[in-house]
């Protein structure tokens, strides 16, 4: 190896440090990754119950309209 070298290689510690440094790095992003995730996730469970809850409302007025359309081709009054 040249004594010379302008740019000098780091030591194992640092390497060592530098690699650390990194994988927290690395598992804070997963951290708020995994927490927008969650968020998400619980924002869409939102969405869809209410999606489902007018779902179910509008079956309901589905039913009621067609006893009523039944009834009056039956001849029968409500």
Do not use: C, Y
Not at 10 to 37: C, F, G, S, W, Y
């Amino acid at each position: 190896m040249s004594t010379n070298n302008p740019t000098p290689k780091p030591t194992l510690d640092e390497r060592i440090q530098a690699v650390v440094e990194t994988l927290e790095l690395v598992a804070a992003m997963q951290r708020d990754h995994e927490k927008q995730m969650a968020e998400s996730a619980a924002q869409w469970n939102q969405r869809f119950e209410k999606v489902m809850n007018g779902l179910e409302r509008l079956t309901h007025i589905a039913e009621a309209h067609e006893h009523r359309i039944q009834n009056l081709e039956g001849g029968e009054q409500h």
